[in-house]
């Protein structure tokens, strides 16, 4: 049974261009939340989808967005990338019913600002 | 911001128990107590959580205290593998929220 997977694991992009990260819940997961982790710091919300909505926002601008597909998988858009977006992208997945039950991560996708 | 406060490092000898702490004055009477943990490089592993009785699973054990303001991460009987930061979070149980919101957690450094 895989876990989350996402992609692209690296990437490097240059000040004002746009980025799409993707991401593959657990199987049997239909909800998607993503995560930004700057370097030495701990991850931080950016926003939630389930039934290809965003349910939830953290205090992020709008250059982030994202979107949810009937399969459950999602992407996280950033356009006109600045230097402090470089960082550790995580996609989490989990039943939303099961409403304490624990975020599964995936490895991550490490985006690199120049 | 994190409801939470952490010790920002601790060491432990292989083989022996590690102990993480965690503070958690303000938490509410239906948040949970949840522990994760990441490894060098890696993704965010659920560990555990409770609500106020204590937990046991097979990575570790989780003790809270009668008053809810505080709890222990155990890990029995560590190895180098268990090496990580560990982050305790706490969150609440209603409308399916995904927001868990992380300090900047505990730095175990298990030594051979």
């Known amino acids: 049974d895989a876990g989350v997977t996402q992609s692209p694991t690296h990437l490097i992009k240059t000040r004002g261009q746009q980025v799409t990260l993707r991401c593959s819940p657990k199987?049997?997961?239909?909800?998607v939340s993503w995560y930004q982790q700057a370097l030495g710091q701990g991850p931080q919300f950016i926003f939630q989808?389930?039934?290809?909505?965003?349910?939830q926002r953290g205090n992020f601008p709008d250059r982030f967005s994202g979107h949810q597909f009937p399969n459950y998988s999602s992407e996280l858009n950033v356009n006109a990338l600045l230097l402090g977006d470089s960082a550790l992208y995580l996609c989490?997945?989990?039943?939303?019913?099961?409403?304490?039950?624990?975020?599964?991560f995936g490895e991550g996708s490490r985006l690199t600002v120049l | 911001d994190a409801k939470t406060t952490q010790p920002p490092s601790m060491d432990c000898a292989e083989g022996r128990a590690a102990n993480l702490p965690c503070n958690h004055s303000?938490?509410?009477?239906?948040?949970?107590v949840y522990w994760y943990r990441q490894i060098h490089s890696q993704g965010p592993q659920y560990i555990i959580h409770?609500?106020?009785n204590n937990e046991t699973n097979e990575m570790a054990s989780l003790i809270i205290t009668e008053d809810r303001k505080s709890s222990t991460l155990i890990l029995p009987h560590a190895t180098l593998r268990d090496t990580a930061v560990y982050y305790c979070?706490?969150?609440?149980?209603?409308?399916?929220?995904?927001?868990?919101?992380f300090g900047k957690g505990t730095k175990l450094t298990v030594n051979p």
């Open positions: 989490a997945s989990r039943y939303r019913l099961r409403g304490t039950g624990e975020l599964f």
């Open positions: 199987s049997g997961h239909d909800t």
């Open positions: 989808y389930y039934e290809e909505e965003e349910r």
């Open positions: 303000t938490i509410s009477g239906n948040e949970y």
């Open positions: 409770g609500l106020k």
């Open positions: 979070i706490v969150r609440g149980s209603q409308g399916g929220s995904e927001k868990l919101v």
